[in-house]
């Protein structure tokens, strides 16, 4: 079983910064990658950005030069750290863990923390 446990949502005004945080626990091995996605509401789950286990990163074009993942593969924990905050970027974000098993990709998901971005 593995378990994903998200922290630092919130509500903060436009230019302000937030950092999110998402711990990894349980039978966690061959990682591709984390990451985190966001949800708005009436709209499907975007990708934001991931990291890999050997640190190569992929960032929605909305969020680059803003948003910067980055993590500590000895506690399993991921880090996204927000800057410059708009009101579009209001939404819940989802912490996404992807494992490779058995030849196919096994994603695992957080239960999502709200970012409320509002003046």
């Known amino acids: 079983q593995v378990q994903l446990e998200e922290s630092g949502g919130g509500l903060v005004q436009p230019g302000e910064s937030l950092r999110l945080s998402c711990a990894a626990s349980g039978s966690i091995f061959a990682i591709l990658h984390m990451g985190w996605y966001r949800q708005a509401p009436g709209k499907q789950r975007d990708l934001v950005a991931v990291i890999t286990s050997g640190g190569s990163t992929t960032y929605a074009n909305s969020v680059k030069g803003r948003f910067t993942i980055s993590r500590d593969n000895a506690k399993n924990t991921v880090y996204l750290q927000m800057h410059n905050l708009k009101p579009e970027d209001t939404a819940v974000y989802y912490c996404?863990?992807?494992?490779?098993?058995?030849?196919?990709?096994?994603?695992?998901w957080g239960q999502g923390t709200q970012v409320t971005v509002s003046s």
């Open positions: 996404n863990l992807r494992l490779a098993r058995f030849g196919a990709d096994l994603d695992y």
